[in-house]
């Protein structure tokens, strides 16, 4: 299931906790493709605390509680990590990370926390929903057979990766805009991971915000770059990148568009991406100015300089993702609609 749909299903998850209709949930993913990210977006949307506990890293007293005397009798003590309503608060989701990296004698432990939502005398508080995440066997991870019964008390998602949800939440975080065309030009790219050669460094969701960030600290050091870039997301996307950016001077003057001033469209592919994804960059940043209607409009008139009808309808999509419905009320919208005929925006 794509991330968009994902976040859709915990947010219902979320909220059925209250009501006492929630079911645990595993998502299930290769390495890097944002499993965790969007179990902790729910909790930021919300704005519920998220216990992250990495099973991977626990023996099964760190679950069970550490046995005291109290008197003739024997006591547990609850440890202070799992959630407390008067600690943490009535609502909450706690995470089980790493889930498939657990010793089985570990896993044996979740079993009643994961379905009773009790271990012993402690009990989950309601309004707190579980959600856990691990690696597939084919991921070359340290994963172990989730056990049968284990398995039975979860609902099973398997993360499956979408360019344009990940353009989405690029935007939205202000991932480097080269990095954003250069995935749409070469979307194959946006994940690469091939578990018979057992890479170092490959292209995932996740290493490319680490090559986002390796952009800005190399830039200015053009000999550093690449073995930057290189060291994120492996040796051949790290070329593609570099040479990529490095093609971007040739690109049009994006003021002079936003000016509404007549500028041709690059005739190379690879630049007609980037200054797509350039000026949603550039409609983000002008969103709640004063000239913001009118910097959209001449988007919105350059949408259709593009040879290729379908680049235009790409950039008007993911403008409209990332603005909203500000977009319906530019009247230049209208136009830009009717000139494309029967091509139709995509979801």
Same mark, same amino acid.
């Given at each position: ?36 990210? +969007? ?84 009990? +989950? ?53 080269? +990095? ?162 029967? +091509?139709?925006?995509?979801?």
């Amino acid at each position: 299931m794509r991330p968009a749909q994902l976040s859709a299903v915990l947010d219902k998850e979320f909220l059925g906790a209250l009501d006492g209709y929630h079911t645990p949930v595993m998502l299930w993913g290769a390495p890097g493709v944002g499993k965790s990210q +969007i179990i902790t977006q729910v909790g930021e949307r919300h704005q519920v605390p998220v216990i992250d506990i990495r099973l991977s890293q626990m023996e099964p007293s760190d679950l069970r509680g550490i046995p005291f005397r109290e008197e003739h009798l024997v006591e547990w003590a609850i440890p202070s990590m799992l959630p407390n309503a008067e600690r943490h608060g009535p609502q909450g989701i706690l995470f089980l990370d790493e889930i498939t990296s657990a010793v089985p004698s570990v896993s044996a432990a979740a079993y009643q926390l994961i379905l009773d939502r009790r271990l012993g005398d402690y009990t +989950i508080p309601d309004g707190w929903a579980i959600f856990a995440a691990g690696n597939r066997q084919g991921d070359r991870g340290v994963t172990y057979t989730m056990p049968s019964p284990l398995a039975n008390r979860f609902s099973h998602f398997e993360v499956e990766l979408n360019l344009d949800d990940w353009v989405a939440w690029a935007y939205q975080h202000d991932i480097d805009e080269r +990095i954003i065309a250069f995935l749409r030009f070469r979307p194959e790219q946006l994940f690469n991971f091939d578990p018979a050669h057992n890479p170092v460094a490959f292209p995932t969701p996740r290493s490319w915000e680490f090559a986002h960030r390796a952009l800005h600290k190399f830039g200015d050091h053009p000999q550093l770059l690449l073995g930057g870039l290189q060291s994120c997301v492996g040796p051949a996307a790290g070329i593609e990148l570099k040479a990529f950016v490095d093609s971007l001077d040739q690109m049009p003057d994006l003021d002079a568009i936003l000016r509404g001033e007549e500028v041709k469209s690059p005739k190379e592919v690879d630049l007609q991406y980037a200054v797509a994804a350039a000026l949603v960059g550039r409609a983000i940043r002008a969103q709640g100015s004063d000239d913001a209607q009118q910097s959209f409009g001449h988007i919105l008139n350059y949408a259709n300089a593009f040879p290729l009808k379908e680049m235009g309808v790409m950039l008007v999509s993911d403008m409209l993702r990332a603005i909203g419905d500000d977009m319906f009320a530019v009247p230049e919208f209208a136009s830009w609609a009717e000139s494309i005929g029967d +091509i139709m925006l995509y979801d």
